[in-house]
C-alpha cells in the first residue's frame, strides 16, 4: 500500500512538473514571439499611467499652483501619447499585451501627504520617476525598428529628461524658501 501511494504521489509530482515546465516553455515562446517595439509600447503606457495617476493627485493635493500646472501638463500630454502608443501597437501586433516587469510604482507614502508636504514629495517622486523613463526610452532607441516608435521614444527621452531638471530644480526651491521658481 505505501509503494502504491509512493507511486502515485511521484506520478502526480511528474505531471505537475511536465505541466508546469511546458506552460513555462508556452509562456516564453509566446513573450519572445511578441515584437520588442510592441514589448516597448506595453511598457512605456504603463510607464505613463503611472505617471498620470500621480499627477491626478496633485490636481487635488498640491498646495502650489506651479506643481498642479505641471501636472495637470503631464497628465493631458501622457493621455495623448498612450493613445498614440495604444495606435502604435495594434499595428505592431495583434498579441495581448504584455506584463511588465517594471517594479510598480510605490504612491501610498505620496497619497497620504497634502499641501507642501506633499509637493516636494510629489516633485521628487515624479523626477525619479522621469529618470526611469529617460533610461527606459534611451535603452528602446536603440532597439527600436518602426521608424514612427523610434523617433517618440527619442523625442520621450529628451522631454521627460528636461521635464525632470525642471522638478529638480522646483523641489530645491521648495525645500529652500517654500516658492516655486519657473
Known amino acids: 500500500m505505501r509503494n502504491t501511494l509512493l507511486a502515485t504521489a511521484f506520478t502526480c509530482v511528474s505531471i505537475l512538473s511536465v505541466s508546469f515546465s511546458m506552460n513555462h516553455a508556452e509562456a516564453k515562446e509566446s513573450a519572445s514571439s511578441v ?46 501619447e498612450i493613445k498614440k502608443m495604444k495606435e502604435w501597437r495594434e499595428k505592431i501586433s495583434s498579441a ?34 522621469h529618470q526611469q523613463g529617460v533610461s527606459m526610452a534611451k535603452e528602446a532607441t536603440a532597439k527600436l525598428s518602426n521608424p514612427e516608435v523610434k523617433t517618440f521614444a527619442k523625442n520621450a527621452a529628451e522631454k521627460q529628461d528636461q521635464e525632470r531638471r525642471k522638478l529638480i530644480k522646483m523641489k530645491k526651491s521648495e525645500s529652500s524658501d517654500g516658492t516655486m521658481t519657473k
Do not use: C, W
Not at 495617476?53 to 503631464?74: D, L, Q, R
Not at 510598480?104 to 507614502?109: A, E, F, L, R, V
Open 96 to 129: 495581448p499585451a504584455m506584463a511588465s516587469s517594471m517594479p510598480k510604482m510605490d504612491m501610498s507614502n505620496l497619497s497620504q501627504k497634502n499641501g507642501r508636504d506633499f509637493d516636494i514629495a510629489f516633485l521628487d517622486m515624479m523626477a525619479k520617476h
Open 35 to 80: 515584437p520588442y517595439d510592441a514589448k516597448f509600447l506595453d511598457q512605456f503606457s504603463e510607464h505613463h499611467g503611472d505617471a498620470i495617476k500621480m499627477g491626478e493627485m496633485a490636481t487635488s493635493k498640491a498646495a502650489n499652483p506651479e506643481v498642479k500646472k505641471i501636472a495637470e501638463k503631464m497628465v493631458a500630454e501622457q493621455t495623448d
